[in-house]
């Protein structure tokens, strides 16, 4: 890292890693920090309070272009950690989880157009089907339409009801099955893969050249995105043929990290 460089944190989330940038910068140097969700952005307004080397933004990093350009600078390194913090799992109340019984929200940011209830009632069959064949939940099809009869008698609004309702349909409620069902709408919801692949772009511009864009993901969604992308892209170099993972004492530590994979690119 360059101790006087411009970096960017596109999703900071509780701020671990941008304070690990912050370590290894000096006084000139600068973080540009992006977190979505509202609660979070407060939660590290008050860390960073006293961060001079600091700006933050209770943006979507889809407009890290805009806000960058409007800076006048370029960035020495741009990195996404992407998915959900702790806190929207574990305290947002938003829905995230099936181990909690909440309303069926799934919004990251309040600025999100959708909800996960909106998703699930209000969608077509059609609708509901390519949502779930695009989060590769099993039988799409059948489940979205089996969910289609479900809501005439009574909308679903709550995780409960929805993990009631997989429960029906697959006579299961394995752990996997749950995650990618509920995985497949909260992505709907935030609109998690068109942002990405919007952010991807816009980073690879906002870098100076010989910057690093530095991605981890936590699905095979996105990854595949970012893996594509590290390929096709006539301006960056990828420079991790495979990508990173975390190690078995680090996954030990934290067992969230387990399906992370880090991947690298440089500006040409
Ligand atoms: C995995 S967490 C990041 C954790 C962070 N690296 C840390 O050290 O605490 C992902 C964060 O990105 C935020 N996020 C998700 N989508 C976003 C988006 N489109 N724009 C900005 N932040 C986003 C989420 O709200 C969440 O806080």
Known sequence: ?????????ATAGLGGHSSAILERLSEKGRLYCFEWNEDTYEYLKERFKNEKRVKLYNKSFVELGQVLKTEGVLADGILFDLGLSSYLI???GRGFTFQKNEPLDMRMSLNAELTAEFVLNRYTFKELAEVFKRGEVPKAEKFASFICKKRKHKPLSTTKDL???VKEFYHSTKKDLLAVVFQSIRIEVNKELENLETALKEAVECLKTGGRLVVISFHSLEDRIVKRFLKECEKIKPLTK?????TKEEVRKNPRARSAKMRVGEKL
């Open 163 to 165: 993990v009631e309702a």
């Open 1 to 9: 890292m360059e101790p006087e460089g411009v970096y960017v944190d």
């Open 242 to 246: 495979k990508p990173i993972v975390p």
């Open 90 to 92: 574990e305290g947002s």
